[in-house]
């Protein structure tokens, strides 16, 4: 279990930082981030540019910059341990929601527990039109909890979403096994299951969000975008694993049958040490 414990599991890591300007060019701020981290040391430099210092590299922020009359400005802050940042900035809107439909991507790409889900997922489903469907109805069910959270009305802890999404990856690998190596019929509830899985999975980014109070930080832009990049990764993944194992299958190659087969078992093993560890 030593490779499972080593890989990165689906946990969101942000941060939020409120930085207000009082008209006496005070600063006031609110930190919050999900993993604990110390509040940051906020300041000013000579030529009045916003310096935040202290933060981790790895865990990005959500900066919202409010100016004494109340304009707000977000932006998203990573990738190193000292930001700088000017009051007023030329930057587009769409750069920043740019920036944040990367960050959303990013985070797909990089936790291991999703992408082994979506890969046994495709694996698990025979026929384009029903993988269509299943990936449809699990990207439908994923955005409307992360939609929840935009509206303020979804309260999940990402602690408990974590539990259940280590849960769906044993699911789906015992699905995954049944259907490609004992060449069983397909469970007739997969397609509720999907949407019960995306409503999981959501909740995993929609937990780690609403720990930090996004959705009341007038970021709705921001969650948007975030949303889209996530939502995008996936079905690049999705895409990338059905093209791949459609072509061993049409070329007759061994790892065809093979492939399923230690996918189930990678899955659901990896499933249920993550679902222990997170207990």
Not at 89 to 100: F, R, S, V
Not at 199 to 213: K, M, P, Q, R, S
Not at 249 to 263: E, I, Q
Request: one cysteine or more.
């Amino acid at each position: 279990m030593g490779l499972f414990a080593t890989a990165e599991a689906h946990q969101l890591r942000l941060a939020r930082l409120t930085v207000e300007r009082t008209a006496a060019s005070l600063l006031v701020f609110d930190w919050q981030s999900n993993t604990g981290e110390a509040r940051p040391v906020v300041s000013q430099d000579g030529g009045g540019a916003l310096v935040i210092s202290g933060t981790s590299s790895d865990t990005p922020i959500v900066l919202t910059l409010v100016e004494g009359d109340g304009v707000k400005r977000s932006l998203l802050l990573e990738g190193a341990s000292q930001h700088i940042v000017p009051w007023r900035t030329d930057q587009h809107a769409l750069d920043t929601a740019l920036a944040y439909a990367v960050a959303g991507a990013r985070h797909v790409l990089e936790g291991a527990d999703h992408l082994l889900f979506l890969l046994a997922l495709v694996m698990a489903v025979s026929g384009l039109w029903k993988l269509v469907r299943i990936v449809t109805i699990f990207t439908l069910g994923h955005a409307f909890t992360l939609a929840g959270l935009s509206l303020g009305v979804l309260r999940v802890p990402s602690s408990i979403a974590e539990i259940g999404i280590a849960i769906t990856l044993v699911v789906t690998a015992r699905e995954l096994y049944r259907v490609r190596v004992l060449q069983q019929p397909p469970s007739r509830w997969f397609f509720l299951t999907a949407a019960a899985f995306g409503l999981v999975h959501g909740t995993g980014f929609a937990g780690a969000l609403n720990e930090i109070g996004l959705q009341s930080s007038g970021a709705g832009v921001a969650l948007a975008a975030f949303n889209l990049g996530v939502e995008a990764a996936q079905l690049l993944v999705i895409l990338l694993c059905s093209a791949l194992l459609t072509l061993m299958t049409r070329r007759g190659l061994k790892a065809a049958l093979l492939v399923p087969r230690l996918t189930a078992w990678v899955v659901g093993s990896a499933g249920i040490f993550w679902c222990l560890e997170r207990v």
